[in-house]
């Protein structure tokens, strides 16, 4: 895909920072409380809650005086940043701080992906990434960070969870489709519309989950066209054109705020739809004019 073999992933998010044991936060119940009296200061005794009994206990109020204060600890799932920076240093270009196409293709190989699959470009949503086959440290560490998990494996236990919220919430899978155009843009070159080289195997891997009945002939007719690129505003559009318009185009109005490709390619499928049309009208009426030669040379003597 472009100039590189893989589709890249990175982004940002808030912080969260590995906590050693010794910082966690401990929460506090007690017999006492609940019943609104204290024990003597000496009576305190700290010890881990562990069983459902005690669980019981504890909302009942039902503690001996040997039990005294309890002091029970929540530990929250953080990931550890020592981690996720050597991860980065595993991958990282040696030319420059950042991971490129030859990182990449090994992080997804460690990942068992294939740099095309759904789940690259999902991944890549998630870390906001600037571009293709392009991590930069902060994207690859916030974006670790901000799924809280700092391993491969950890992360490979998050594909169905990422894949699910795309596929299964409309507004989320829609920011991913706007996203992906940003994604294929080449901004070293200042690109501000994708190649058709491009556009179209991202159309390809964004629609993999759900394919539109229309895609097949979308691609059937920009292959066949000369482009200068695909605008912004005909990638976003596009993503409506598949959702409001029936697949025989019956309710497309071309008066409409359409972009003008649309309109054409409509124009296209209708003339080849009517063309079909009157191959089939003409054949039925040939096998009608041959059903009828055979039954009258059926009398024939």
């Keep these: 895909m472009g100039k590189c073999c893989s589709v890249c992933v990175s982004g940002?998010?808030?912080?969260?920072?590995?906590?050693?044991?010794?910082?966690?936060?401990?929460?506090?119940?007690?017999?006492?409380?609940?019943?609104?009296?204290?024990?003597?200061?000496?009576?305190?005794?700290?010890?881990?809650?562990?069983?459902?009994?005690?669980?019981?206990?504890?909302?009942?109020?039902?503690?001996?005086?040997?039990?005294?204060?309890r002091t029970f600890?929540?530990?929250?799932?953080?990931?550890?940043?020592?981690?996720?920076?050597?991860?980065?240093?595993?991958?990282?270009?040696?030319?420059?701080?950042?991971?490129?196409?030859?990182?990449?293709?090994?992080?997804?190989?460690?990942?068992?992906?294939?740099?095309?699959?759904?789940?690259?470009?999902?991944i890549a949503w998630k870390f906001n990434a600037s571009q293709m086959c392009r991590f930069t440290r902060t994207e690859f560490v916030e974006g670790f960070k901000a799924l809280k998990v700092d391993s491969i494996r950890s992360l490979q236990n998050k594909f169905q969870e990422l894949e699910a919220e795309v596929t299964n919430d409309v507004e989320k899978f829609k920011d991913l489709y706007r996203f992906t155009f940003k994604f294929g843009l080449d901004v070293d070159e200042g690109q501000?519309?994708?190649?058709?080289?491009?556009?179209?195997?991202?159309?390809?891997?964004?629609?993999?989950?759900?394919?539109?009945?229309?895609?097949?002939?979308?691609?059937?007719?920009?292959?066949?066209?000369?482009?200068?690129?695909?605008?912004?505003?005909?990638?976003?559009?596009?993503?409506?054109?598949?959702?409001a318009i029936e697949p025989d185009f019956e309710n497309y109005d071309d008066s409409e705020a359409w972009p003008s490709l649309?309109?054409?390619?409509?124009?296209s499928e209708r003339e080849k739809a009517k063309q079909e049309g009157n191959g089939d009208a003409e054949l039925r009426e040939e096998k009608q004019e041959n059903g009828i030669i055979k039954e009258q040379s059926s009398y024939s003597f």
């Excluded at 506090?28 to 881990?48: A, F, G, R």
């Excluded at 190989?109 to 294939?114: K, M, N, P, R, S």
């Excluded at 993999?208 to 990638?235: C, H, M």
Aim: overall charge negative.
């Design 192 to 243: 501000r519309a994708l190649p058709k080289n491009i556009a179209l195997p991202l159309w390809k891997l964004v629609f993999s989950k759900n394919v539109p009945a229309v895609l097949d002939r979308w691609f059937a007719y920009l292959e066949n066209r000369q482009l200068r690129g695909i605008s912004r505003d005909t990638w976003y559009m596009f993503l409506n054109f598949t959702e």
């Design 12 to 69: 940002s998010t808030s912080d969260t920072l590995h906590r050693k044991p010794s910082q966690q936060t401990t929460n506090t119940v007690t017999s006492s409380t609940l019943n609104h009296s204290y024990p003597p200061h000496d009576s305190v005794v700290q010890e881990p809650f562990k069983t459902k009994a005690a669980d019981k206990n504890v909302m009942a109020g039902k503690y001996s005086p040997h039990d005294g204060m």
């Design 73 to 122: 600890s929540y530990s929250k799932q953080e990931a550890d940043l020592t981690k996720i920076n050597s991860l980065f240093a595993k991958y990282k270009d040696d030319t420059e701080d950042a991971i490129l196409a030859d990182g990449m293709e090994k992080f997804c190989q460690d990942l068992g992906v294939d740099p095309t699959e759904f789940i690259v470009l999902v």
């Design 262 to 267: 649309f309109d054409d390619f409509v124009e």
